[in-house]
């Protein structure tokens, strides 16, 4: 009889902390998922953030699936494709730093400081890949190239480390922001 009560109770304690957890969830703000819009709430930042490093991380078919699930007509959207585009190849590149542009200025005042910065850390690799072109193409040996290349590749592999730092610690700055809200 003991047993049955303490089984009881403890049940009833069970339901009553899983009903207490499924009152407290709160509703996702709009433009809060997993793919960032131009809604101006608290999130903003923190979505556009996540969203630039995941699309840092990335593969090739990640960046097919979000392509094919984001729109093209609102600002919005072009500047996620921009965001997936400017971590492909180079040949898209051109095409992110178009999208960048035009969707910069409709963006939230808050938003404008994180998408420019991301234009221009395009625009120093679209940059760094013409001059490497360029200085493989002066070269007359394959070794030559070849070193080049490899120098060239660990410029670019700390630089986007560095990048990777930069994202996290503006990460950080919005979240302890946003915890003394």
Known sequence: MVSQIRTTLALVGVMALAGCQSLSRESVPYGCGDIPTYADNVCLVDTWIAFGLQAQRGDAEWREEMLADVGQRRMDQKAVRAVVLSWDGPGEWQKASNLYKASIDSAPARLQPLLRQW????????????????????????????????????????QLKEMSDKLEALTDIERTINARD
């Open 119 to 158: 234009l221009n850390e395009l625009e120093a690799r679209r940059q760094l890949y013409a001059q490497r072109g360029n200085s493989v193409r002066g070269q007359g040996s394959r070794h030559d190239g070849t070193q080049a290349l490899k120098r060239e590749n660990e410029k670019l592999k700390q």
